[in-house]
């Protein structure tokens, strides 16, 4: 039992790690508002942030994985609902799934962004319920690669690019 409770644990701190990543990769844009969402005891909060930038806003949802899926089980109804919802709200709100393939023993540490609405449509287009870490490599849906700062002492992603190509994931 303790096995268990370990494993998630460890799986937990690895989100808040990627969540601390993607905070601190936030500071690096110039008119940025963000706001880190905290769950409650129920886990009802609809994603992990609101991000509020001149250009866009974003309610991005945090997922680590150390496999080498993005399965659509990783989300809860109600955050699924949430960032779909704000996908709505006006043109320029998108619902993002902020997605990290973190596996240092076999050499991967990649991350992606996706709107929630786009990849719902390609899983249903290949009827299943999982985007393969290959499927983003080679772009086979929209979705923008967050490439790392080489010029911070922690570890960041530059996410300049991510703002400029929201429209089009």
């Given at each position: 039992?303790?096995?268990?409770?370990?494993?998630?644990?460890?799986?937990?701190?690895?989100?808040?790690?990627?969540?601390?990543?993607m905070r601190r990769?936030?500071?690096y844009i110039k008119n940025c508002w963000r706001l880190r969402l905290k769950d409650g005891k129920g886990g009802?909060?609809?994603?992990?942030?609101?991000?509020?930038?001149?250009?866009v806003n974003i309610l991005g949802e945090h997922k680590r994985t150390e496999g080498d899926r993005f399965e659509?089980?990783?989300?809860?109804?109600?955050?699924?609902t949430g960032l779909l919802n704000f996908d709505r709200v006006i043109d320029r709100s998108y619902g993002l799934v902020f997605i990290s393939f973190h596996n240092l023993a076999i050499g991967r540490d990649v991350a992606y962004a996706v709107r929630l609405v786009t990849a719902l449509r390609y899983m249903q287009h290949k009827g299943q319920h999982y985007i393969h870490l290959d499927d983003f490599i080679h772009k086979k849906l929209p979705c923008a690669q967050l490439l790392r700062?080489?010029?911070?002492?922690?570890?960041?992603?530059?996410?300049?690019?991510?703002?400029?190509?929201c429209k089009l994931l």
């Open positions: 039992m303790s096995t268990q409770r370990d494993k998630q644990r460890e799986r937990q701190q690895r989100g808040e790690a990627f969540q601390d990543e990769s936030w500071a009802t909060q609809v994603a992990d942030e609101v991000v509020l930038l001149q250009q659509l089980s990783f989300l809860r109804s109600d955050q699924i700062r080489q010029d911070t002492e922690d570890p960041t992603y530059d996410l300049q690019e991510l703002i400029e190509c």
